[in-house]
């Protein structure tokens, strides 16, 4: 399967729903904060390997027990997906935390007060 085919990019695409799915309803892990969404998952051609970005919003601590609870649930996980998705190979998971959209929330914060600044002056 190449890189940049219509099929790789409906696979990833299903690959983050499934994995959003079963973090958000089957995974009981009190670590995993509740504010946790999977933003993207990149599979590897040969379907052996996946890393996912996830998102958590909350602090730094949210974050890191977030990480280390799917870390220890990644093979829970990873049978989940091969249930419901019919591969050839279901990939091993990693879970990379993504600040992306905490960052995008940030600098709307930081735009809204200088426009209200601006407005005051």
Request: hydrophobic content about 35%; aromatic content about 4%; glycine content about 4%.
């Amino acid at each position: 399967m190449k890189k940049n085919s219509i099929k790789y990019s409906r696979v990833n695409g299903e690959v983050q729903r499934e994995l959003s799915r079963i973090i958000s309803r089957e995974i009981k892990d009190p670590r995993i904060h509740p504010m946790t969404s999977v933003v993207s998952a990149e599979v590897t051609p040969d379907l052996k390997f996946a890393k996912v970005y996830v998102s958590v919003l909350g602090d730094e601590m949210d974050r890191e027990n977030t990480r280390e609870g799917l870390a220890s649930a990644a093979s829970h996980i990873r049978s989940q997906l091969a249930k419901s998705l019919n591969l050839r190979n279901t990939p091993e998971l990693h879970f990379v935390i993504d600040d992306s959209i905490e960052y995008g929330v940030n600098m709307s914060k930081r735009i809204d007060e200088l426009n209200h600044k601006d407005e005051e002056s």
